[in-house]
């Protein structure tokens, strides 16, 4: 199981403190107020960035890092990605999920012990709400609705989907 995850994304400047808005992929920010500091990924390179201030700007999550004290140099943060050990991760309600341990899943069809059909490669937001890609065997891409009418059990440690329907895969 993946130990680390992206918990946000930086975005464009806010302010003209060096404050940055964050992008949170879970939608919660209740986990920042456990932490001191993070590390950010850009590409392959990391670095460990002290936070100095939370909070919520009018439209968006925002962070003040340590040593970024004008729009100028926080605009170097753009894009990069905040990561966190999974221990100070947004918590989870039961029947949720980090994305990350989903991808690389067997699907199998109808148990699971039934045939595979696919592997988890991620999910995604649509229109209507969450979509489980997979890809097929024949290395064909589908969306699947991540919803209980077509998605049955997920077992992380035993590396499997139950996908209840087939047909939504051709």
């Known amino acids: 199981m993946t ?6 994304i930086i975005g464009q400047p806010f302010g003209v403190k ?14 920042f107020e456990q932490l001191d500091q993070v590390t950010v990924r850009f ?7 002290i936070i100095e201030n939370i909070g919520n700007g009018p439209t968006s999550f925002i962070v003040k890092f340590k040593g970024y004290d004008s729009p100028e140099s926080a605009k170097a943060l753009q894009g990069g990605e905040i990561l966190v050990d999974r221990t100070k991760a947004a918590p989870l309600d039961e029947d949720e999920y980090y994305i990350e341990d989903l991808r690389g899943l067997a699907v199998h069809l109808g148990l699971a012990s ?3 059909v696919g592997t988890v490669t991620d999910v995604v937001e649509g229109g209507g709400g969450q979509l489980m890609e997979i890809e097929t065997a024949n290395n064909e891409r589908r969306l699947v609705p991540f919803r209980n009418e077509f998605i049955g059990d997920i077992d ?3 590396g499997t989907v139950v996908l209840k329907e087939g047909w939504i895969l051709e």
Request: aromatic fraction near 6%; charge should be positive; hydrophobic fraction near 20%.
């Open 156 to 158: 992380i440690r035993g």
């Open 114 to 116: 039934g045939p595979k």
């Open 18 to 31: 060096g404050y940055v808005k964050v992008r949170l992929p879970s939608g919660d920010c209740s986990h």
């Open 43 to 49: 590409g392959s390179q990391e670095k460990t960035l």
């Open 3 to 8: 130990e680390r995850f992206i918990t946000g």
